[in-house]
């Protein structure tokens, strides 16, 4: 589908009022799925990091006898459903502001390995794993949005269960056990498949026990952005739905919140 028309079905979706629950029906006969964590108190972050704040501001009624509440908010750009913009690992990499609209919306695939997660929370995702979407789903990963789902997002918020450990500090990143992508299948995602953008279901799309980030570095060094703690990814169907993930765009930054919804083709 064309980039406008994708927009064009988006906005149709979302112009229909509908409940505040992770799947919606609209009146456009496609289903949305929210595939983003609110961001509150108990928003996860990389254990180096302060949480999320919320700074209530004030709220009630005003001289004019409307109703006005206004707050404001704090938080580090790498937490909760964010994306990684390339500069965050590679020094001539696109920052936010850059990633172009095209890598952000798109066809998108669900690669699920949360049973080989479940046996090792180490896991690495492998070139193995999308073949075998591929054989599966007749159907290729070309120039798809890549979501991986481990299962670690059914452990949200509890970090010692997200992360591998409930400690703070940079003692703590030694502790961290989670399932990610290895280096070798994101180079295979970007020379053999030519991906706009890959997601994950945990705290980063390196595992936990990884010291030098190999997979940010291969990722990045094309300008191919990451989704990080997604949410909701047993909600998504392996095959035939779309990708929206439109970060805040903050100019020259390294990341971002980004709300991501999936658009379900029925």
């Given amino acids: 589908m064309h980039l406008s028309r994708q927009f064009v079905a988006l906005a149709c979706a979302m ?12 009146t456009e006969t496609r289903v949305l799925v929210d595939l983003t964590h609110s961001f509150d108190e108990t928003t996860i972050y990389w ?21 006005y ?53 180490d896991y690495q995702v492998t070139v193995e794993d999308f073949e075998a979407w591929e054989a599966a789903n007749e159907a290729t990963l070309e120039r798809r949005i890549v979501v991986i789902r481990t299962g670690f997002a059914r452990y949200w918020p509890d970090r010692e269960k997200y992360l591998g450990t409930s400690e703070s500090g940079r003692a703590a990143v030694a502790k961290l056990s989670f399932p990610g992508l290895d280096p070798s299948a ?15 279901d945990t ?3 390196d595992h936990g026990q990884t010291r030098n980030y190999p997979t940010h570095q291969r990722l990045f060094r094309d300008n191919v952005p990451a989704l990080e703690n997604v949410a909701n990814t047993d909600r998504l169907p392996a095959n035939k739905f779309r990708i929206v993930a439109l970060p805040m765009k903050i100019g020259g930054g390294s990341g971002a919140p980004c709300r991501v919804v999936a658009i379900l083709d029925e």
């Fill in 15 to 26: 112009t229909a009022a509908y409940p505040q629950s992770a799947v919606a029906q609209s």
């Fill in 203 to 205: 705290a980063s799309i």
């Fill in 186 to 200: 994101a180079d295979w995602l970007i020379t053999r498949r030519r991906i706009r953008m890959v997601g994950i």
């Fill in 69 to 121: 509440a206004a707050n404001r908010f704090a938080c580090a750009e790498h937490g909760g459903t964010h994306i990684d913009a390339p500069i965050h690992f590679w020094k001539s990499g696109q920052t936010v502001d850059q990633i172009p609209l095209e890598r952000l919306v798109g066809l998108g695939a669900c690669i699920d390995v949360s049973q080989k997660c479940a046996m090792d929370r």
């Fill in 47 to 67: 254990p180096t990091e302060q949480g999320f704040k919320l700074l209530r501001g004030p709220a009630g009624i005003t001289e004019g006898g409307y109703y």
